[in-house]
């Protein structure tokens, strides 16, 4: 019985860490695996906030800065020295989507987001891994690492840095 009580309380905090989170931030390894099992990883930094902010900071295999504000997308390529701006078509809420899982065995859940659907594994409460099929139907996998959840994050990550010399698209 005592058991049965631990365990119960351990999957109540799951559950509250995996719906209830404000800000996310983690180290991120994306491969995305075409139909010939051709894997492409990219590296990088996710910082997110309630109601709808991220900003995506690849770091290999080359550096990319993607700025997501509500219903605004600005993607930044120092390699080539350009900045898109971008209305984003379908509004994607990274915090709705966790919010919506339902859970399909310990530490996995399924959400069908967008006509898509999104495996999410926790650990320990925070969240591990986010799979998914692009509209490629390319195997997409973003393993995180050194996350944090509900911390204070500096609003000012989220505004769009570039120099201004960089030509500007706007899409």
């Given amino acids: 019985m005592k058991l049965f009580l631990i365990t119960l309380v351990f999957m109540a905090q799951t559950y509250a860490s995996l719906f209830e989170i404000n800000t996310f931030e983690a180290d991120f390894i994306q491969s995305i695996t075409d139909e010939k099992n051709k894997v492409l990883r990219y590296t990088g930094h996710i910082i997110a906030s309630k109601p709808k902010s991220a ?29 898109i701006i971008r209305r984003i078509e379908s509004e ?4 709705q989507m966790i919010k919506i899982a339902k859970e399909i065995d310990k530490n996995s859940f399924l959400t069908v ?22 509209q490629f139907e390319n195997k997409v996998k973003i393993k995180f690492s050194n996350q944090k959840q509900n911390h204070t994050i500096d609003k000012n990550v989220f505004i769009p840095n570039y120099p201004m010399d960089f030509d500007i698209v706007n899409d």
């Fill in 55 to 83: 900003t995506w900071q690849y770091l290999s295999p080359i550096e990319k800065n993607i700025y997501i504000h509500n219903f605004e997308a600005t993607i930044v390529e120092p390699e080539i020295e350009q900045v």
């Fill in 113 to 134: 987001y967008n006509n898509t659907n999104y495996t999410i594994k926790i650990n320990n409460g925070l969240i591990e891994s986010i799979s998914f099929l692009d």
């Fill in 92 to 95: 994607f809420d990274f915090f």
